[in-house]
């Protein structure tokens, strides 16, 4: 995949961007810009600053490998993917406020599964950032149960990549906790993993950091679950978070909820289910597209190896498209330039189109961590020789 986009992309490229502050329309002056490789751990590559125009400039040695831009405006980090051999960016940064109206809790959900002497829960946030002007917050907080050992967390926006992120405790505020990251405009996702002790029975007392629009209890079928003194959770099959999961309870409290009326109390074992796609959703999907919950951390935590649930099959498919592309560039390159002409350029433009939303899954899926780095490498090495291959017909 690499030296295929390396056809692309010859020799040293120019990558031009443009910072715009989304709050005042004018160009965003004297920011910092960081280029990143994500497929090296977010290492910084370059630093620039931009201009009176908001503009900035990084020469790339080579435009094959997948990059973020960093803007740092008012303290606050905004991320911009830069696909291979793109040569343009455009970010938008805002101004912050440590508080900003317009913020909105749509969802927060915990999912739980109990075993032995501990219970694990997944709770999960949806905010909207609804602020006129828009402005950023930059971080979000909000409330674990007492006892609570975190174990990890995530956060990431409509069309960003999903980021690790675990919450810090705050200092001086028990049992709250922040997440670094911030709220810009539009919807943001959290998720946070923790543990808590577990002697067969335990209550929850969910205190809110701000009001919520909807709360949810998931929790397996086997595991009993009752409302505390003053709660009045309504019982389903179906989480509206995610009506694909099933085979769970889904207990929700009453629409904007105060803290008396979340208590509730759990006993005994269960483990949330493996969830089975259907055959449409199969069909639609796009190879490694993550349909958990908010396509982060999800439920449950016992997955198959992927490899037993068609990773195998993906990689294949990858491959077999990797060598179509690979022949059309052989073609192509053998082919006069009245032929080259002639053919339709939508051809080249969709095939890389192609290739750059495979690269960036690829390495999306290596950073949220849902490939090992056996499962990549070797289907980065599959891809490597199938394209060399390729190029050594091309030259001869």
């Not at 030296?3 to 020799?11: D, E, I, K, P, R």
């Not at 909105?104 to 599964?113: E, G, I, K, T």
């Not at 990858?318 to 339709?344: D, H, K, Y």
């Amino acid at each position: 995949m690499v030296l295929l986009c390396c056809l692309y992309a010859s020799g040293q490229t120019t990558l031009r961007g443009t910072a715009t502050n989304g709050t005042t329309n004018k160009p965003a002056a004297g920011d910092d810009v960081i280029l990143l490789r994500p497929d090296k751990g977010m290492t910084e590559e370059a630093r620039t600053k931009t201009n009176a125009r908001g503009e900035f400039t990084f020469q790339l040695p080579d435009a094959q490998f997948m990059r973020a831009v960093r803007i740092r405006h008012e303290n606050v980090n905004y991320h911009q993917a830069v696909f291979p051999g793109s040569t343009s960016v455009a970010v938008t940064v805002y101004e912050a406020a440590p508080t900003v109206k317009g913020i909105r809790r749509a969802d927060q959900s915990m999912v739980l599964q109990a075993r032995s002497n501990q219970v694990q829960v997944f709770e999960i946030f949806d905010v909207n950032n609804e602020s006129n002007p828009p402005h950023t917050q930059p971080e979000f907080s909000f409330y674990l149960p007492e006892g609570a050992t975190v174990e990890s967390g995530e956060a990431f926006r409509q069309g960003a990549m999903p980021l690790k992120s675990t919450p810090t405790p705050v200092e001086g505020e028990k049992n709250k906790y922040l997440f670094m990251y911030p709220l810009i405009p539009g919807k943001t996702h959290f998720e946070v993993v923790y543990n808590l002790n577990y002697g067969g029975t335990l209550k929850i007392e969910p205190k809110l950091a701000g009001p919520v629009d909807n709360f949810y209890v998931i929790t397996p079928k086997s595991l009993r679950f009752s409302s505390g003194s003053g709660a009045q959770y309504a019982t389903s099959e179906q989480w509206p978070v995610a009506p694909e999961i099933r085979g769970v309870d889904v207990h929700s409290a009453p629409s904007n909820p105060q803290d008396a009326q979340l208590a509730f109390e759990i006993a005994g074992e269960g483990v949330l289910p493996q969830q089975q796609e259907e055959p449409s959703q199969q069909a639609n999907a796009r190879p490694g597209e993550d349909n958990r919950p908010g396509g982060g951390l999800g439920v449950p935590n016992e997955r198959p190896n992927p490899l037993s649930t068609g990773q195998w099959g993906f990689l294949g498919v990858l491959t077999l498209f990797m060598v179509g592309g690979a022949a059309f560039l052989f073609i192509t390159s053998n082919s006069s330039r009245a032929a080259v002409a002639a053919q339709p350029k939508s051809q080249g433009a969709s095939l890389l189109d192609a290739l750059k939303e495979e690269m960036f899954q690829l390495e999306a899926d290596k950073i949220h961590g849902k490939i090992s780095n056996e499962e990549y490498n070797s289907a980065k090495a599959a891809l490597d020789k199938t394209l060399q291959r390729a190029m050594k017909r091309t030259s001869n």
